[in-house]
Structure formats: C-alpha cells, structure tokens
C-alpha cells in the first residue's frame, strides 16, 4: 500500500524560510511524476511544483517561482519543497501527490483529480 509521510511544515513569520518534506513507502518516487499542492481554507486546492520523472527542471506556479525550490533525492526516496521568503498567502496546508507515469502530461499537472496517491499534508502558517 502506497504511504506518503510529509513533514517539515510550521508557523514562521514573513520572509522567513521552511524545507517540507514527502517519504514514499512502496513507491519508487523517480519513477512518478510528483506535484507540491496547497490548499487554503476556503480555497481550492492549487498545484504549486511539479518535476516529472525524466524533467530536469521542476515547474513552478507562478505564484511561487523565485521563492519555492522543489528537488529530488533518490537514494533516500524523498522529494523536498524549499519554500523562501515566505508570505502570508503561503500558509496553507502542503501536499505532496503523485500520479502514474502513464497519466504524465505538462498539460496536467496542475489538476489535482488527476493524481493517484496523496500524503497526508503538513500545515504551513506565515504570520507576524
């Protein structure tokens, strides 16, 4: 069964800085394409960065891109998501997803009913 455990998340205040991380259990995350999601209350659930299994590069949400860094370490089956200069409209909960490398597309990864396995989430708060 596969099992995600995130972790990483807190309460900082602005500017500040926060590295989640997401451990697979029975899954070979290098072999998925996985996404950073965050959900607000009140709001839906948005897609924040994707790296697919064979990308280079991640892709990043607009919203986040220059602040948020998401990587990859294999031998330890863990994806990370570097989150800088954090803001206020951060504070979310974080979810890490991944989906079936049949179902890969750029043109998908932002769609969150599209991923087949989804941790349980880590809560993010940015506050003064």
């Known amino acids: 069964q596969v099992h995600f455990v995130e972790s990483g998340g807190g309460l900082v205040q602005p500017g500040e800085s926060l590295r989640l991380s997401c451990t697979a259990s029975a899954l070979t995350l290098n072999n998925y394409a ?5 959900q607000a209350p009140g709001k839906e659930r948005e897609g924040v960065s994707c790296i697919s299994s064979t990308a280079i590069s991640p892709y990043y949400a607009d919203s986040v ?3 948020f860094t998401m990587s990859r370490d294999n031998a330890k089956n ?4 570097q989150l800088n200069s954090l803001k206020p409209e951060d504070t979310a ?3 890490c997803a991944a989906k079936e490398p049949y179902k890969w ?3 998908t990864i932002w769609a969150p ?3 087949d396995y989804w941790g349980q989430g880590t809560q993010v708060t940015v506050s003064s």
């Open 65 to 67: 891109k220059g602040r």
């Open 34 to 38: 996985i996404t950073w999601f965050r």
């Open 93 to 95: 909960v974080y979810y």
């Open 113 to 115: 009913g599209d991923y």
């Open 105 to 107: 597309s750029p043109h």
């Open 78 to 81: 863990t994806v990370y998501l």
